[in-house]
């Protein structure tokens, strides 16, 4: 399970992904093939009582590419984390699913999603959600720390998938449950790096 | 790639309909951690259950059980709730730091500098509850103690303070009889 990913790669790689969602973080709208806002969380079909939850400017961050949620329900008192939290929208319904005894954490690596993320979750009453400036590749938290991870649309933009599945794999506890909603590349990969950075970000 | 990490279930459930490009296309996966050995899992029969909490924005009275729960999770092999009052602090461990113990006058962990006898029965007097955890060796127990300390304290434990069995000896290593 090695990369080819230089270090080189890795930078333009994270410059990329910082350029565009610092974009994202103002609004999605426009900057993505599939549909965002309210529009995208209704195709996927999140619980309709956990949206009409999240005050309208909330929903209007939304930029995932389908529903961890539909895999399997957040129970009651379960700790979560969510790689790649962007604007929390998926953070803030997993906190709403785990309740007050549970707790969720959002990552992320760009600044501006983390303040969008912060900006929303003031808008809501939740006191179980809390985000930092983390990377999927170096989660600094404990072994067995969660019952679920998820991630939406993130895992496809990390250059190192194995080391950040090991990661997830480390910080869940034993059964715990990773639930992901992501891109996947369909026909041969580009052999070419530099044709594969170009469309890194897609 | 998943169930070459460790990943057991792992499955691709459905397409989401929402590609980013020509080339991709959104998918729903799903996999699961197994289950640990039996020896770091705590007794199904003494799990308990997580209470219904359903009314968002109101915090529960804190369950000292769910702190167990939290010790058992974090790496704990043996995570057990005693009264406050049944902790024996006596002098003549003082005289083990002081004759034998390197760390002796080096900080606040240990003596002249730590809690005397007495001020330390008069801190433990202020509680009625302790949690005794024993688990790994060295420093990893100390990090799951105080881990543990601050999530307490979030569940509204708001006087959780870890005590920790910290290394005692040259190189770290236990000395016979010392603290």
Request: charged share 25%.
């Amino acid at each position: 399970m090695k990369t080819d990913i230089t270090p080189g790669d890795r930078k333009k790689i994270e410059e990329g992904i910082r350029e565009k969602y610092s974009k994202v973080a103002d609004s999605p709208h426009g900057l993505f093939a599939y549909p965002t806002g309210r529009s995208g969380i209704e195709a996927q079909k999140y619980a309709p009582e956990l949206v009409s939850a999240l005050p309208e400017e909330i929903i209007s961050s939304y930029c995932g590419v389908g529903n961890p949620f539909s895999l399997r329900q957040i129970q009651t008192g379960e700790s979560v984390l969510d790689i790649g939290s962007g604007a929390g929208v998926d953070t803030l319904i997993a906190a709403m699913m785990a309740g007050p005894t549970g707790k969720v954490v959002g990552i992320d690596i760009v600044p501006e999603m983390l303040r969008r993320a912060e900006s929303n979750l003031a808008m809501t009453d939740l006191h179980n959600v809390t985000f930092r400036m983390a990377s999927g590749e170096d989660l600094p938290f404990l072994d067995a720390e969660f019952d679920s991870v998820i991630s939406n649309g993130v895992i496809n933009l990390i250059p190192d998938k194995p080391r950040l599945l090991k990661e997830v794999i480390r910080v869940l506890k034993p059964g715990g449950s990773l639930m992901l909603a992501d891109q996947v590349a369909i026909g041969s990969v580009q052999k070419d790096m530099k044709a594969r950075l170009a469309n890194w970000f897609q | 790639m998943l169930e070459e990490v460790g990943f057991e279930n792992a499955e691709l459930v459905a397409k989401t309909g929402f590609n980013s490009s020509p080339k991709t296309e959104g998918v729903l996966v799903r996999a699961s951690k197994p289950e640990a050995s039996k020896s770091l899992q705590k007794p199904k029969e003494e799990i308990t259950p997580v209470e219904e909490v359903r009314v968002m924005g109101r915090r529960p009275s804190p369950s000292i059980e769910a702190v167990i729960d939290r010790a058992y999770a974090l790496g704990c092999e043996k995570a057990k709730i005693i009264d406050a009052s049944t902790v024996i602090v006596e002098e003549w461990v003082r005289w083990k730091c002081l004759y034998g113990c390197p760390f002796y006058n080096k900080d606040g962990y240990h003596p002249p500098f730590a809690p005397d006898v007495d001020e330390t029965r008069k801190v433990l007097d202020q509680y009625t509850k302790a949690i005794l955890l024993n688990g790994p060796k060295g420093k990893v127990i100390t990090d799951i103690a105080v881990r543990l300390e601050g999530e307490a304290y979030k569940m509204g434990f708001y006087k959780a303070f870890a005590l920790t069995a910290l290394p005692s000896g040259g190189g770290g290593e236990p000395t016979p009889g010392a603290t």
